[in-house]
């Protein structure tokens, strides 16, 4: 099993016009945001405005889930939504969109050929949850609150730590477990869509 931790010290963070956001992981990760030639983008943004625009990336899948606040989200000739903590809002780069409310969020950016999808967990001291996915080549892991350690991997992570796996076929993902109340973390499944997502959720026990 592979794997890449970022600390909350090795993650880029940098300004937009509505506030900062920091770069979780790119892959590949010789590729670039502004080229836009990534097949996928994790990253937590800070919307510091009440209003916003956000940037138009054509050919990019989005799916944006709320941390911190309630966001009022508007895609021009779609959809309107209203986001609270830890719920998802999906869809396409290429259409107009604006905001309203001064949130943190977590974004998953995917090209054209690739699909996934994002899931929060809340974890209590000392409870143990098993991450379970089939058929998806990456999972993320970002710590919003709290701390944990994954058994089998031998890792120690704190608030704002971040974690990728590459997964090959009977790779056995960690053990999560909680070294704080109150821990949430965000879980981000990924795959290229010709090999079909059919990740299966993680059971507490």
């Known amino acids: 099993m592979n794997y890449k931790c970022l600390s909350k010290d090795d993650q880029i963070t940098s300004h937009w016009s509505g506030g900062t956001t920091t770069q979780l992981y790119i892959y590949p990760e010789e590729t670039d945001y502004k080229k836009q030639n990534f097949k996928f983008r994790i990253s937590s943004a800070k919307v510091e405005v009440e209003e916003s625009v956000f940037t138009k990336l054509e050919g990019i899948q989005r799916q944006l889930m709320i941390l911190r606040g309630e966001l009022k989200i508007a895609h021009k000739d779609h959809h309107v939504k209203y986001l609270k903590p830890f719920e998802v809002d999906s869809f396409m780069g290429s259409w107009e969109t604006k905001a309203k409310g001064c949130v943190t969020d977590f974004n998953l950016m995917l090209s ?82 010709e090999w079909g997502v059919k990740s299966k959720r993680g059971c507490s026990i």
């Not at 892991?141 to 089998?152: A, F, P, T």
């Open 112 to 193: 054209a050929d690739m699909e996934g999808r994002l899931e929060h967990v809340h974890l209590d001291d000392q409870q143990v949850y098993r991450m379970a996915c089939e058929n998806s080549q990456f999972l993320g892991l970002y710590v919003w609150k709290g701390s944990i350690c994954l058994d089998e991997a031998d890792l120690q992570m704190q608030k704002g730590d971040f974690v990728i796996f590459d997964l090959n076929e009977g790779d056995v993902v960690p053990k999560v477990i909680a070294t704080e109340k109150k821990t949430d973390m965000i879980l981000s499944y990924i795959t290229h869509k």
